[in-house]
């Protein structure tokens, strides 16, 4: 992270940090998880209240004009976190919007859920998310098929989750964009976090209404507290938590980052 911040000191970007809306599987995982390892749910698409929470969201991000500041919209590349991306931030074909409303959306592997047995975190092919998203995908993926889902009991450690969101940061801070929004999955964003705050790297405050968590030297993130993913005292590792959005509506933080 040392390496991170001298390769962009002086840079400032903004985060939005999206959570994708309600899945299928998370229906079934307030009955049981067991389901979540059946065919049935590989690659679990939007709920109806999930399409729902899509839809207030992105009235919400035109209302307020945060759609305006977006540069480039960074996704997990699986149906929910996509269809999370196109509903949130290009909407509906017949909205009265241009395509320069419209940043363009990534797929990118780095920001997936914690791979294991679960059958909800395995992706398609590329080929597929193409057809589907035609408008909007542009991937960044090297393999067409899946080789990162393994399958069986064996499932990704938290250690290895916060690496991987380590290196996903890494290449976010090395864009040129400055505002840039992610919508990946909840253990992710929650490891993300928690890996920056264990290693010192920033620190929570409190202060209305952003609470707000500053980095040592000139570092700085902003978190914006909306009915999503939000800070909360004390400051134990264990307390920085991110709802579920059959709950609530879909996860969404802002991250400010100044070097």
Known sequence: MEAIAAAQFGRRKLFHLVRHAQGKHNLEAEKSRDPLTSFE????????????????????????????????????????????????????????????????????????????????????????????????????????????????????????????????????????????AVVSHGVYLQQAMIELVKNNLCYPLHNDPLSRIIGPGSDAFVMKNTNCGRMRTPYEIEQLQIKDSAKKNVSVEEVEVTN
Request: glycine residues 6%; proline residues 4%; contains cysteine.
């Open 41 to 180: 749910y590989l690659d679990a698409e939007l709920s109806p209240l999930g399409w729902q929470q899509v839809r207030d969201q992105r009235k919400d991000v035109c209302s307020s004009g945060l759609l305006k500041g977006i540069e480039v919209v960074i996704s997990s590349p699986m149906s929910r976190t996509l269809q999370t991306a196109v509903g949130i931030f290009h909407g509906e074909d017949d909205e009265e919007f241009t395509t320069v409303d419209r940043p363009p959306i990534i797929a990118y592997e780095l920001c997936r859920e914690r791979l294991g047995k679960f059958e909800c975190d395995k992706r398609r092919s590329i080929s597929h998310y193409r057809s589907r998203f035609p408008a909007c995908f542009n991937v960044q993926i090297e393999n067409e098929n899946d080789i990162l889902w393994k399958g069986g009991d064996e499932i990704e450690t938290h250690e290895a989750v916060r690496a991987r969101a380590m290196k996903f940061t890494q290449w976010l801070w090395e864009r040129e964009e400055k505002e840039i």
